[in-house]
């Protein structure tokens, strides 16, 4: 059975981890030193989690980024997967309701990024995982909706 | 005094509160250990660390305790370790702990987590296995929440 914590001990854990992040001894930007947490953890969560084997393309691999991925991760698929046609491997993956802006009017602008910012480690990892390099930025028109555009730099080995 | 059954008061809270993948948590914690080994390049360091952040979350997790148990206030020591360890560790970690091996005064005790939720999957290298409690981050909870509570407590891993 899948082991399961509660919300609110990961969301008190995630304070400290951005007080941690926002104080680093070696002066790193906090929201590289959350990215970077959180690729990490992205990539050994992919691995975890998905039989690479059964992913044949890249659309699979988007999809199952969107989908199985970010439900393990933020207990809801993305909501809208558009591509852009006219460059090949850049992707924006929508979610009308990202958890991590679920109480942005209480927020400081900082943690907002911090949390944009694990997400987007997240997302680069778990490419990664499936052998994309890619870049992930975030962007917050409407909050609590968020876009994540990913922008691959290399092609993947299938088509 | 009828005792309280905290076995059921954790069960019930943790089944109430909304729950994340636990993969999320120990997956997250290997990677910031990972980084804090890169921050302070000294193991030693990297122990006080984590038990700092603990305390942190200790000193905040206690007020969602109180408002989300529904266990109340602790007549003593012994009935605060009790309930830390029945319905604490149940409603934010999923997992099981008990308190054993009092000392005759009542004002030590062990604590016995089955099934550490931090250390799934991980591995500790040969360098670091004698030195680093990976899992220091608890101790510093443990402290942290006591505190609030008026008790003054060192915790160590054994």
Same mark, same amino acid.
């Given at each position: 059975?899948?082991?399961?914590?509660?919300?609110?001990?990961?969301?008190?854990?995630?304070?400290?981890?951005?007080?941690?992040?926002?104080?680093?001894?070696?002066?790193?930007?906090?929201?590289?030193?959350?990215?970077?947490?959180?690729?990490?953890?992205?990539?050994?969560?992919?691995?975890?989690?998905?039989?690479?084997?059964?992913?044949?393309?890249?659309?699979?691999?988007?999809?199952?980024?969107?989908?199985?991925?970010?439900?393990?991760?933020?207990?809801?698929?993305?909501?809208?997967?558009?591509?852009?046609?006219?460059?090949?491997?850049?992707?924006?993956?929508?979610?009308?309701?990202?958890?991590?802006?679920?109480?942005?009017?209480?927020?400081?602008?900082?943690?907002?990024?911090?949390?944009?910012?694990?997400?987007?480690?997240?997302?680069?990892?778990?490419?990664?995982?499936?052998?994309?390099?890619?870049?992930?930025?975030?962007?917050?028109?409407?909050?609590?909706?968020?876009?994540?555009?990913?922008?691959?730099?290399?092609?993947?080995?299938?088509? | 005094?009828?005792?309280?059954?905290?076995?059921? $008061?954790? @069960?019930?809270? #943790?089944? /109430?509160?909304?729950?994340?993948?636990?993969?999320? *948590?120990?997956?997250?914690?290997? &990677?910031?250990?990972?980084?804090?080994?890169?921050?302070?390049?000294?193991?030693?360091?990297?122990?006080?660390?984590?038990?700092?952040?603990?305390?942190?979350?200790?000193?905040? $997790?206690? @007020?969602?305790? #109180?408002? /989300?148990?529904?266990?109340?206030?602790?007549?003593? *020591?012994?009935?605060?370790?009790? &309930?830390?360890?029945?319905?604490?560790?149940?409603?934010?970690?999923?997992?099981?702990?008990?308190?054993?091996?009092?000392?005759?005064?009542?004002?030590?005790?062990?604590?016995? $987590?089955? @099934?550490?939720?931090?250390?799934?999957?991980?591995?500790?290298?040969?360098?670091?296995?004698?030195?680093?409690?990976?899992?220091?981050?608890?101790?510093?909870?443990?402290?942290?929440?006591?505190?609030?509570?008026?008790?003054?407590?060192?915790?160590?891993?054994?």
């Amino acid at each position: 059975m899948k082991r399961e914590i509660s919300d609110s001990a990961f969301e008190i854990f995630f304070v400290e981890l951005m007080r941690q992040a926002k104080t680093n001894p070696k002066g790193l930007p906090a929201a590289t030193y959350v990215e970077q947490i959180a690729f990490v953890c992205g990539q050994k969560f992919l691995e975890r989690s998905c039989d690479k084997k059964r992913i044949l393309n890249q659309t699979e691999l988007i999809k199952y980024v969107c989908r199985e991925f970010w439900t393990e991760v933020y207990s809801k698929q993305m909501d809208q997967l558009r591509r852009n046609l006219q460059q090949e491997g850049n992707y924006v993956l929508t979610d009308l309701r990202f958890r991590g802006l679920r109480r942005f009017e209480s927020m400081h602008k900082e943690d907002i990024e911090l949390h944009l910012a694990f997400a987007c480690g997240m997302l680069r990892g778990a490419l990664a995982a499936l052998n994309v390099t890619a870049t992930v930025t975030a962007e917050v028109a409407e909050p609590p909706a968020c876009a994540f555009i990913v922008t691959m730099l290399d092609r993947p080995a299938a088509a | 005094m009828a005792a309280k059954n905290y076995q059921q $008061i954790g @069960d019930l809270a #943790f089944r /109430k509160l909304d729950r994340v993948n636990g993969d999320l *948590f120990c997956l997250t914690y290997g &990677a910031l250990v990972t980084q804090l080994v890169k921050d302070y390049e000294n193991i030693e360091e990297v122990n006080k660390q984590l038990e700092k952040m603990g305390w942190n979350i200790g000193v905040r $997790i206690i @007020d969602e305790y #109180f408002a /989300k148990s529904g266990a109340g206030r602790c007549s003593d *020591f012994k009935d605060a370790a009790e &309930a830390m360890a029945k319905v604490g560790f149940k409603m934010f970690l999923g997992v099981n702990a008990r308190t054993v091996n009092w000392n005759p005064t009542s004002t030590e005790f062990s604590l016995i $987590i089955e @099934d550490n939720p931090l250390a799934d999957y991980v591995e500790l290298p040969e360098a670091f296995a004698r030195t680093m409690w990976y899992s220091n981050l608890l101790v510093g909870v443990i402290r942290g929440a006591f505190e609030m509570v008026q008790y003054r407590v060192e915790a160590r891993f054994v």
